[in-house]
Structures are given as C-alpha cells and as structure tokens.
C-alpha cells in the first residue's frame, strides 16, 4: 500500500496570508489527523477527521481549520497566517483498530 | 494539567551497546502509550505499543516497558547500530473514547561508529 503523502512539502507565506495544505491518507484509511511540530512545543495536535466530520479537536485558534473529502483526502487551512505558524505540519492516518498513526512526510511552511 | 517528559539531553552512546529511553508521565492513566521513531524531515513511524496490563513488550532489538505505578515507560535498543540515530517520541493515549494521543518533545539518540 502506498504511504501517506502530503503536498507541497515546502511552503514559504508572508504574514497575513492564507494557506491549504492536503493530505492523502492510506488506501482503506478513514480518519486523518493534523498535528504542528515545532522544537519547543513537539507535535500539537490540530484536530481529526473520519468520514468527512470532524472527531477531534486541539487547542488552536479559529484560524486552523480542516476539511476531508468522501475519499478520506484531507486538507488543512490556516487563514492570516502569523510568524509562529512556522512549523512542520504532518498528518497522520488510521486504520480500523484506531490505535496506530500513520504519518506522512509533512508540510514544512515559512511565514516571513 | 496532563505533562509527559522524555529525556531532554541526548544521548550518545557506542555501537553495539544498549540504549535507554526514558517517558514519565504525570496527571493522567492512559490505557496505551506508543512509541515512534523520526528522523530529520520526515514524520514520525510507528515502532511499539504497550497497554496498561502489560509490564513488557519485544520487538526484534527493541523492548518497551510500562510501569504505571511509577507512571513511566522504557525505551531499550540492544545492539545498537549507527542506523538507530534519530529522535524517538513517547505518546500516550489520553482519552480512550476519542483516541487522543499527547506527545513528548522527544529524545534524540546518536549511535556512534
């Protein structure tokens, strides 16, 4: 089975713009979950969708928000993007024991 | 509030010898707690998991222990080789109806030739 992928891997933004980030989970998988990981902070987790609802939610402002599609496809939104949104954005996927996370290479995005 | 510590230092150790990873948890009793492996620009990969019924749990070099009475988890690879150097991240399930995982920082492990 091919892996989660996550596009694009890079990003650069300036403050003040939006940003879509998606995800493909594994083939078969229905939920997806977003974190942010940053040294100082570690993996954050932003919020997991299954079957196109959201199931989960973090902490994080109303600025982050996700969507998944009836295949299982995910996108992450972060609207007004400041400086300390820079970070590695991952997702994650789960099978049906809901146990085990399934990551993807991640999103890695700069706000100058 | 819900703290999990990993061993903030790295570590550095010699080929061939046993690494030990430390998790300690405070405030909370998870039913499961995980243990994954990353390296530099990659997301983390699943190695073990080990429940809270169980003291022990093996996989090939690794071995996982789980004492919830001191609230804390063991990380051990034997025969540690060069391709171990990565960071090594602890999570623990926090809320068993919604699957929520908290994550520690993370312990960076250096193999040295």
């Known amino acids: 089975k091919a892996g989660v992928t996550q596009t694009p891997r890079y990003l650069i933004k300036t403050r003040g713009q939006q940003v879509t980030l998606s995800c493909s989970p594994i083939?078969?998988?229905?939920?997806v979950s977003w974190y942010q990981q940053t040294p100082g902070q570690g993996l954050q987790f932003l919020f997991e969708?299954?079957?196109?609802?959201?199931?989960n939610k973090g902490n994080f402002p109303g600025r982050f928000s996700g969507r998944q599609f009836s295949n299982s496809r995910s996108e992450m939104n972060v609207s007004t993007l400041e400086l300390g949104d820079s970070a590695l954005y991952l997702c994650?996927?789960?099978?049906?024991?809901?146990?085990?996370?399934?990551f993807g290479p991640g999103t890695r995005l700069l706000v100058l | 509030s819900q703290k999990i510590e990993q061993n903030s230092e790295a570590l550095n150790i010699q080929e061939g010898k046993t690494a030990t990873l430390t998790c300690n948890y405070t405030n909370y009793s998870p039913a499961y707690l995980q243990w994954y492996r990353q390296d530099p620009g990659r997301g983390p990969v699943f190695l073990l998991l080990i429940r809270e019924n169980e003291k022990e749990k093996r996989k090939e070099r690794l071995k996982v222990t789980f004492d919830t009475t001191l609230k804390q988890s063991l990380f051990h690879i034997t025969a540690s080789q060069p391709a171990d150097s990565a960071t090594y991240l602890c999570a623990l399930e926090v809320d068993g109806n919604n699957r929520k995982l908290i994550w520690g920082l993370g312990t960076s492990l250096a193999v040295n030739p």
């Open positions: 969708y299954f079957s196109e609802t959201q199931r």
């Open positions: 083939s078969g998988h229905r939920s």
């Open positions: 994650a996927s789960m099978g049906g024991t809901g146990e085990t996370q399934y």
